[in-house]
C-alpha cells in the first residue's frame, strides 16, 4: 500500500516552455500533497504544501506564478513549471500524506521523482 | 541555525560493524520524527518512526532524546546494501503535516 506515482520521470524541455508534472497517490486518499526539489547531493528543499480543494502554500523564496500547483483531487495534485530555465533543471519528488498510514499519521510517501532538464 | 541539522559525512565504514547517526532539531516542541533512506538518484523511503520510547527494527534502531533534541539511528552488522544516504525528518508543532529535512548523512558500507 501506499504507493505515489509520478509522471514523466523525466523530462527535457527547451528554455521558455512550460512543463507539468503529475503526483498521483494509486492506493489512498491524499489530503495533503508536498512538492520538494532536490538538487545534486543536496537536501530535499520543500517547495509548496498542496491540499485538495484549496490554494498551494508556497515556502519562502518559492515563486508562485512560476511554480504552479493544482490539487484538484485526492488522488491527483500537478506541479507546472512556467517558462522554464536551465536553473530550474533539478529532480523534483512529490510526497503525499494522508490516511496510508493511520488516522493521524503524518507518513509522507514519496513519487519516484522526475528530473527535469531545461536547455 | 537549520531546523533540523546532519553530519553530512561521508561515514565509510566495513561490513559488519555497528554505525551510528545523530541529527538535531531546534524546535523543542516538534511532534514527530522519522528516518528515511535515499539511493543515488532516487526517492528518499521511509526507514522507520521514531517513537518516544525508541524503536527497533530488525538491524535498525531509533532512539529520540527530547531533552538534548535529537534523534538517533543505529545500524547494526551493516550490509553492503545498507549504503545509502540517511535522512531525519522532523514535524514541527507548527505544522501539522510538513516535514524538515536534514540534509542527510551519507553511509558507504565497504566489503
Known amino acids: 500500500g501506499a504507493v505515489v506515482s509520478q509522471h514523466p520521470s523525466r523530462v527535457i524541455c527547451k528554455s521558455g516552455t512550460s512543463v507539468k508534472i503529475e503526483c498521483r497517490s494509486l492506493?489512498?486518499?491524499?489530503?495533503?500533497m508536498f512538492w520538494y526539489r532536490q538538487f545534486p547531493k543536496k537536501s530535499l528543499m520543500l517547495m509548496a504544501t498542496?491540499?485538495?480543494?484549496?490554494?498551494?502554500?508556497?515556502e519562502q523564496g518559492v515563486e508562485k506564478d512560476k511554480f504552479l500547483i493544482n490539487h484538484a483531487s485526492l488522488t491527483l495534485s500537478t506541479l507546472t513549471v512556467t517558462s522554464a530555465h536551465p536553473e530550474d533543471s533539478s529532480f523534483y519528488i512529490c510526497?503525499?500524506?494522508?490516511?496510508?498510514?493511520?488516522?493521524?499519521?503524518?507518513?509522507?510517501?514519496f513519487g519516484p521523482g522526475t528530473r527535469l532538464t531545461v536547455t | 541555525r537549520k531546523e533540523v541539522e546532519q553530519d553530512p559525512g561521508p561515514f565509510n565504514v566495513p561490513e559488519g560493524a555497528t554505525v551510528a547517526f545523530n541529527c538535531t532539531y531546534s524546535?523543542?516542541?516538534?511532534?514527530?520524527f522519522f528516518w528515511y533512506r535515499q539511493d543515488c538518484r532516487k526517492e528518499p523511503k521511509l526507514l522507520m518512526s521514531?517513537?518516544?520510547s525508541g524503536n527497533e527494527d530488525g538491524r535498525f534502531t531509533a532512539q529520540l532524546n527530547r531533552a538534548s533534541q535529537y534523534i538517533s539511528l543505529l545500524i547494526r552488522d551493516s550490509k553492503l546494501s545498507d549504503s545509502a544516504t540517511y535522512l531525519c525528518?522532523?514535524?514541527?508543532?507548527?505544522?501539522?503535516?510538513?516535514?524538515?529535512f536534514g540534509s542527510g548523512t551519507r553511509l558507504s558500507i565497504r566489503p
Open positions: 510526497s503525499a500524506s494522508g490516511l496510508a498510514g493511520g488516522p493521524g499519521s503524518h507518513e509522507q510517501y
Open positions: 492506493d489512498f486518499q491524499a489530503t495533503t
Open positions: 498542496s491540499n485538495e480543494g484549496s490554494k498551494a502554500t508556497y
Open positions: 524546535n523543542s516542541a516538534s511532534q514527530s
Open positions: 521514531v517513537y518516544s
Open positions: 525528518a522532523v514535524i514541527p508543532y507548527s505544522s501539522a503535516s510538513k516535514i524538515i
